[in-house]
C-alpha cells in the first residue's frame, strides 16, 4: 500500500512514513493509492466482535507491511485499554430513528483519543526497530494537546512538548496538560493567544537547523493515521444499526474535516452511508463552499463550540483530491489561488461532485444552546456544544427512514460554562478523572519568543 500526495508533486511513501512525515514536502496531504474495500459479508462479520477486533480487520488492509499483524494488534489493544467504556464508542438513542455515537470516553473526554492513543503506539514501535527519538511539538487550543499528551506520555523514544496560551484553555483543558507526571511530557504556557502559539510551531518547523536536530515531528490532524483510526467507528455504529443490509445516514460536528473525511472513506470501503452530513456552527466555510462553490474565509468568529473555531479546514484538500478526480495539479493551483487571493471557486463538476458525497448544514449559538436544553429535556442527557451543533443540523437533515447517527465528539463536563448557560446544570465529570482538580500541576510559563522556546527544548528533552 502506498500513499500520495494530494498536490501530486511529492515522493510516495509507505503508510509507517506518511505517518512519522504528516505534511508532503510538496504541502500536501497523504491519501492512499488505492482505496481497500470490505465485502458486504466482512462488513456483516463485523458484528458482535469488539471494538479492538473490528479495528484491526478495517486498519489492517491499508497498512501493507509497514507493521506486523502482531504489531498492529498489539497497538489497537494498548490504545484503547484505558477507555472508560466497554464498547469504546457506544451508541444511545436520542429520538425516533436518531442516535448518538459517544466517542467521548477515552482519558481526555474527545473523539480525538481515538486516533490519538493510536498513533501514539504506532510512533513507538516504528521508533523503537532503529533507535530514532523524536520531539513531538504542538500548539493547541484545548483539545489536540491534551489527547496528544495522553497519547505520548511515558513512550521511551518520544518527547512532547504543548504549548497553550497562557490562561486562554479551561480549567479541566489546562489540568489534562499540566497534570501527567511523566518526565517526557512538557505543558508549556505561552505568553500571547493561540495564533502565537501556532506561529511559534510553524517557525519551528521552518528552521531546519532546530528541527533537524531535534527530530521534529507533528501530529495535527492532517496526519493520514489519524484520519484512519477514525474509519473504524463509522463500521462498528453503522453494523450495530444494521449495515450493510440497511444503510444508515451520520451527521458530524466539523471544524478541520479530519472526522468526516474518516466517514468518506468508510463509504469508499463499502460501508453503505446515505447522508454524510457536514455539521459547523457560526463559523461556517465549509456550508458556504459545498452550497456557493466559493471557498473563501472571512476571520474566526469565537463561539461556545470552540473546537470547531476554523478558519482553514485543512482535511478538505483531501476532499478536493477525489473531486477533481485524483488530479493533484488541480489541487496545487486551487491552494496557490487561496494563498495569493484569499480564496477559490471550485469547477462546475467538482462542486456537484462534492454535493453527491456530502451535505451541510450550519445553526447559530442561540440554537446550539436551545438544543442543549431541548435535549435536556428530552432524553435526560447532558451533551457538549459541538454535539449540539450536531444533533441541530442532523435534525433539518434527516430522512426519518433511513437511521441517522450523530457522532458526539466531546464530553460534556469538558465544556462546563456552555452546558450551565444552557440549562442550569454543571456537568461533573466521570468518576475515572474526578481526582483531576486535586492533582499537583506542572507547567512552564514561556515568552512569545522563538530562541527562547527552542533553547528550553534542547535542555529539557532527553536524550
Ligand atoms: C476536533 C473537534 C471537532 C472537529 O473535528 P474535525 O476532525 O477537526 O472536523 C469537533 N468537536 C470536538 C469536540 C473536537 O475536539
Known sequence: ????????????????????????????????????????????????????????????????????????????????????????????????????????????????????????????????????????????????????????????????????????????????????????????????????????????????????????????????????AQVVYYFTSAVSLGAPHRPVSFTVPTGNFGDIYAGHVARRMGLPIDRLVIATNQNDILHRCLTTGEYRPDGVKPSISPSMDIQVSSNFERALFDAYGRDGKAVAQLMDELKRNGAFSVSQGAGEALREVFDSGRVSEDQTLATIARIRRSTGQLVCPHTAVGIAVAELRHDPAVPMITLATAHPAKFPDAVEQATGERPALPDRMSDLFSRPERVTSVPNDLSAIENLIQQRRRR
Open 1 to 228: 500500500m502506498r500513499y500520495v500526495s494530494t498536490r501530486g508533486a511529492a515522493p510516495t511513501l509507505g503508510f509507517d512514513e506518511a505517518m512519522l512525515t504528516g505534511l508532503a514536502r510538496d504541502g500536501g496531504l497523504y491519501v492512499p493509492e488505492t482505496v481497500p474495500t470490505l465485502s458486504p459479508d466482512e462488513i456483516a462479520a463485523l458484528s458482535g466482535v469488539s471494538y479492538e477486533e473490528a479495528a484491526y480487520r478495517v486498519i489492517r488492509p491499508f497498512i501493507g507491511d509497514s507493521f506486523t499483524d502482531d504489531e498492529l494488534r498489539g497497538a489497537i489493544e494498548r490504545a484503547y485499554a484505558r477507555f472508560g467504556h466497554a464498547a469504546r464508542a457506544p451508541i444511545v438513542q436520542l429520538a425516533p430513528n436518531h442516535f448518538l455515537l459517544e466517542l467521548f470516553h477515552g482519558p481526555t473526554l474527545a473523539f480525538k483519543d481515538f486516533a490519538m492513543q493510536l498513533i501514539g503506539q504506532l510512533f513507538q514501535i516504528a521508533l523503537a526497530r532503529d533507535g530514532r527519538r523524536i520531539t513531538i511539538v504542538g500548539a493547541t487550543s484545548g483539545d489536540t494537546g491534551s489527547a496528544a499528551i495522553e497519547a505520548f506520555r511515558g513512550l521511551p523514544n518520544v518527547d512532547v512538548f504543548i504549548l497553550f496560551p497562557e490562561g486562554r484553555v479551561s480549567d479541566v483543558q489546562r489540568r489534562q496538560m499540566t497534570t501527567p507526571d511523566e518526565d517526557n511530557v512538557h505543558a508549556l504556557a505561552i505568553q500571547g493567544d493561540f495564533d502565537d502559539a501556532q506561529a511559534r510551531v510553524k517557525d519551528m518547523f521552518n528552521h531546519f537547523e532546530f528541527r533537524d536536530s531535534v527530530n521534529l515531528a507533528g501530529v495535527n490532524s492532517i496526519n493520514w493515521a489519524r484520519v484512519l
